[in-house]
């Protein structure tokens, strides 16, 4: 499922009307039927339905929405919220067409009226505005906007919520509070942040007629079960360990020798074929008993954390992923910073090991092989120099400008992780719940990655398909054994089989 900007929809409406030769009225007609369906499966036939319609084609297809319901004999009117001369176009069509076929329209934008509308209503259909919002909301739509949040009355926005940028990069707003919205066509990049996501409330997308052709300057999708199953290798009958990759997993000191565990373990139930820890000798005991299918390097250490003073074989493993645990320490510094420089294989990057590399960022244009780093957002604020909530207003912006300045994959984690590709492509995970927002996760994810990218020929599938067990694997323990308060990452890692389970065949 492709994700789009406002811009990118505008790009598929015009290619679909003019290169394809589609009527824009039949798009309209198309989304208002489309909507029109989705309405009826979710309302009772007794409700009482107020339509707000605002002045382009988001009012255009309340319009539609109208007339269908309407005609199927819903109790459905319309508020049209702009004075007559701001319909125009396909709207003013749609609109005659409503009235033709006996439909009653108030125009106002009076308050107090549309108060004492809605205390008559049971469902509100919000088309008052969609992708074509610019800046802040004007008056009256402003308070009309307030005011139908104000109310209990349920409210299903049609393509998106009324004052809510379809893009990302707003840092304030005021936008209608659906409880469900139909998106049409492609969902909106506003779908994935967030901040702007909760304003959707339960959302699906309509299909409206855009041919395929039109997809494809598209970059940016959500990875779904479908992709995961069909990306996700087979095991063959006669392999055997070390076709499943050797993978070396570099963290933990004396005070923190618990997270390499969590990735160390994630791994190994992840699919990898053998897996080895590197750390200091007070860290490899709880190493050794809580994972004990793994070997140990011991590495030479310097008060407790890893000296970057030695060499390490890099050369015997297949993917090496560094930095959970690692600490703080100056002295682990070039441990990271000759990573980096010398591992000729996929190498990830995490945690303490992003702490590291964050001024020396350049070496990462001279690898040969791919780099990974999954930042969280205060992780990426570090890297890139900016704040936090900067990067939460733009995720896909500062991750596509990493990945390309310095061609590394980078999976930017949050309630919607982004992987971007050095190529700008770009994937978001949907599984997942608040239950993983817990210290440990992000050792886990790591560990599923490891395990990936040596069982996957492609990097990019294997990063999506490892955000999408480690989300997966937390909502099928919530829905089953756990919740959202009691999870735990070790939980998470024993999750992994339950993944496994439902989407492999065999079971
Ligand atoms: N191909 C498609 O995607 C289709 C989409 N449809 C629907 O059309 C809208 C987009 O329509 P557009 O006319 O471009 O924009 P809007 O309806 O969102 O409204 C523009 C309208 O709003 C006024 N306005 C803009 N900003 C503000 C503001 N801050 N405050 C107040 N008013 C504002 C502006 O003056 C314009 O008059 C899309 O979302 C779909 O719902 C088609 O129906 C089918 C094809
Ligand atoms: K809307």
Same mark, same amino acid.
């Given at each position: 499922?492709?994700?789009v900007?406002?811009?990118e929809m505008y790009g598929?409406?015009?290619?679909?009307?003019e290169?394809?030769?589609?009527d824009?009225?039949m798009?309209?007609?198309?989304a208002?039927?489309?909507?029109?369906?989705?309405?009826?499966?979710n309302?009772k036939?007794?409700d009482?339905?107020t339509v707000?319609a605002?002045?382009?084609?988001?009012?255009g297809?309340g319009?539609v929405i109208?007339r269908?319901?309407?005609n199927r004999?819903?109790?459905?009117?319309v508020?049209q919220?702009?004075?007559?001369e701001?319909?125009?176009g396909?709207?003013?069509y749609?609109k005659?067409l409503?009235i033709n076929c006996?439909?009653?329209?108030?125009?106002?934008?009076?308050p107090v009226?549309?108060d004492e509308a809605?205390?008559q209503?049971?469902?509100v259909?919000?088309a008052i505005?969609?992708i074509?919002v610019k800046?802040?909301?004007?008056?009256?739509?402003?308070t009309i906007?307030?005011?139908?949040?104000?109310s209990?009355?349920?409210v299903?926005?049609?393509?998106i919520?009324s004052g809510?940028?379809?893009?990302e990069?707003a840092?304030?707003?005021d936008?209608?509070?659906?409880?469900?919205?139909?998106?049409?066509?492609y969902?909106k990049?506003?779908t994935f942040?967030?901040?702007?996501?909760?304003f959707y409330?339960e959302?699906?997308t309509?299909d409206?007629g855009f041919?395929?052709s039109?997809q494809?300057?598209?970059?940016?999708?959500?990875?779904?079960d479908r992709q995961f199953k069909?990306?996700?290798?087979?095991?063959?009958?006669?392999?055997h360990k070390?076709?499943h990759?050797?993978?070396l997993?570099?963290? +933990?000191?004396e005070e923190m020798?618990? !997270? %390499?565990v969590?990735?160390?373990?994630?791994a190994l139930?992840?699919?990898? @074929? *053998?897996?080895?820890?590197?750390?200091?000798k007070?860290?490899?005991?709880?190493i050794a008993s809580q994972?004990?299918e793994a070997t140990?390097?011991?590495?030479?250490e310097?008060? +407790?954390?890893?000296?970057g003073?030695? !060499? %390490?074989?890099y050369?015997?493993?297949?993917?090496i992923?560094?930095g959970m @645990? *690692?600490?703080?320490?100056?002295?682990?510094r070039?441990?990271?910073?000759?990573?980096v420089?010398?591992?000729?294989g996929?190498?990830?990057?995490?945690a303490?090991?992003?702490y590291?590399i964050?001024?020396?960022?350049e070496?990462?244009k001279g690898?040969?092989a791919p780099a990974v780093?999954?930042p969280?957002?205060?992780?990426?604020?570090?890297?890139t120099?900016?704040s936090?909530?900067?990067?939460?207003?733009?995720?896909?912006?500062?991750s596509?400008?990493?990945?390309r300045?310095?061609q590394?994959f980078?999976?930017?984690?949050?309630s919607?992780?982004?992987?971007?590709?050095?190529?700008g492509?770009q994937?978001v995970?949907?599984?997942?719940n608040?239950?993983?927002?817990?210290?440990g996760s992000?050792?886990v994810?790591t560990?599923?990655?490891l395990?990936?990218?040596?069982?996957?020929e492609?990097?990019f599938d294997?990063?999506?398909?490892a955000c999408?067990?480690h989300?997966?694997?937390?909502?099928?323990?919530?829905?089953n054994?756990?919740s959202?308060?009691?999870l735990m990452?070790?939980?998470?890692v024993?999750?992994?089989?339950?993944v496994?389970?439902?989407?492999?065949?065999?079971t």
């Amino acid at each position: 499922m492709y994700i789009v900007t406002a811009n990118e929809m505008y790009g598929i409406d015009r290619y679909t009307t003019e290169e394809i030769g589609m009527d824009g009225k039949m798009l309209m007609e198309n989304a208002g039927r489309a909507i029109s369906e989705r309405i009826e499966s979710n309302i009772k036939n007794t409700d009482v339905i107020t339509v707000f319609a605002g002045s382009g084609n988001n009012g255009g297809d309340g319009y539609v929405i109208a007339r269908t319901l309407l005609n199927r004999g819903y109790q459905i009117t319309v508020i049209q919220v702009v004075p007559d001369e701001k319909i125009t176009g396909d709207a003013r069509y749609y609109k005659n067409l409503f009235i033709n076929c006996g439909g009653s329209i108030s125009i106002t934008g009076d308050p107090v009226e549309i108060d004492e509308a809605l205390n008559q209503t049971d469902i509100v259909i919000d088309a008052i505005l969609g992708i074509g919002v610019k800046g802040e909301l004007r008056e009256p739509i402003k308070t009309i906007v307030d005011t139908i949040n104000d109310s209990p009355v349920r409210v299903i926005s049609a393509d998106i919520p009324s004052g809510l940028p379809a893009d990302e990069g707003a840092a304030a707003f005021d936008s209608v509070q659906a409880d469900y919205t139909i998106i049409v066509g492609y969902p909106k990049m506003s779908t994935f942040l967030q901040h702007t996501a909760p304003f959707y409330g339960e959302w699906e997308t309509v299909d409206i007629g855009f041919p395929e052709s039109a997809q494809t300057s598209l970059t940016r999708s959500v990875w779904t079960d479908r992709q995961f199953k069909n990306k996700m290798p087979d095991r063959k009958k006669d392999s055997h360990k070390g076709d499943h990759g050797r993978g070396l997993i570099i963290g +933990g000191s004396e005070e923190m020798p618990g !997270s %390499i565990v969590m990735t160390v373990r994630a791994a190994l139930r992840a699919g990898a @074929g *053998l897996v080895t820890a590197g750390s200091v000798k007070q860290a490899i005991p709880v190493i050794a008993s809580q994972c004990i299918e793994a070997t140990n390097l011991k590495l030479k250490e310097f008060d +407790g954390v890893i000296s970057g003073d030695q !060499s %390490i074989p890099y050369q015997n493993y297949d993917a090496i992923a560094l930095g959970m @645990g *690692l600490g703080r320490h100056e002295s682990t510094r070039s441990i990271v910073i000759n990573a980096v420089r010398q591992v000729d294989g996929p190498l990830i990057l995490d945690a303490d090991g992003l702490y590291h590399i964050q001024h020396d960022l350049e070496l990462f244009k001279g690898r040969t092989a791919p780099a990974v780093i999954t930042p969280h957002p205060g992780e990426m604020a570090m890297l890139t120099g900016v704040s936090v909530q900067e990067i939460l207003r733009e995720p896909f912006a500062y991750s596509i400008e990493f990945a390309r300045m310095y061609q590394a994959f980078v999976v930017l984690k949050g309630s919607f992780t982004i992987v971007t590709a050095p190529n700008g492509h770009q994937s978001v995970n949907t599984t997942g719940n608040q239950g993983l927002a817990k210290g440990g996760s992000g050792d886990v994810l790591t560990g599923i990655i490891l395990a990936m990218t040596m069982q996957h020929e492609d990097l990019f599938d294997a990063l999506r398909n490892a955000c999408f067990v480690h989300g997966k694997a937390a909502d099928l323990l919530v829905s089953n054994s756990h919740s959202v308060y009691d999870l735990m990452a070790t939980d998470v890692v024993e999750g992994i089989g339950k993944v496994y389970r439902t989407f492999s065949a065999e079971t």
